[in-house]
């Protein structure tokens, strides 16, 4: 049975850092582009970032673009999303995703992804 397991949430003060680790089991990793969500509450979940399994290919939501970084250790199976300078409104339950992509597709709809872990709650305190 597929498990993703997300770990380092927390609670830190607006403009600190945090990583935030994802790690799969049971899975085929090479075969799958692995995505990062969120979703705060009363929001609807929200694309942060992926990342194809071969070539290392990212994508990163505007609201991430230069303060989250996607990455992934492919011999580990697990995937990290480094968050830097972080806002208030970063505040959530983050989610890591597997999709089933040979080819190392990308996608940031939460229907591609066939695989969800259980959340890490990320709290930015102001």
């Known amino acids: 049975q597929v498990q993703l397991g997300e770990s380092g949430g927390g609670l830190v003060q607006a403009g600190g850092s945090l990583r935030i680790t994802c790690a799969a089991s049971?899975?085929?990793?090479?075969?799958?582009?692995m995505g990062w969500f969120r979703q705060a509450p009363g929001k609807e979940r929200e694309f942060i970032a992926g990342i194809t399994w071969s070539s290392g290919r990212t994508t990163h939501a505007d609201s991430a673009k230069g303060r989250f970084t996607i990455s992934r250790d492919n011999a580990k199976n697990t995937v990290y999303l480094q968050m830097n300078s972080l806002k208030p409104e970063d505040t959530a339950v983050y989610y890591c995703?597997?999709?089933?992509?040979?080819?190392?597709?990308?996608?940031?709809?939460?229907?591609?992804?066939?695989?969800w872990g259980q959340g890490t709650q990320v709290t930015v305190s102001s």
């Open positions: 049971e899975l085929a990793f090479t075969r799958h582009t």
């Open positions: 995703a597997a999709m089933y992509s040979p080819t190392g597709g990308l996608c940031s709809a939460g229907g591609c992804y066939g695989y």
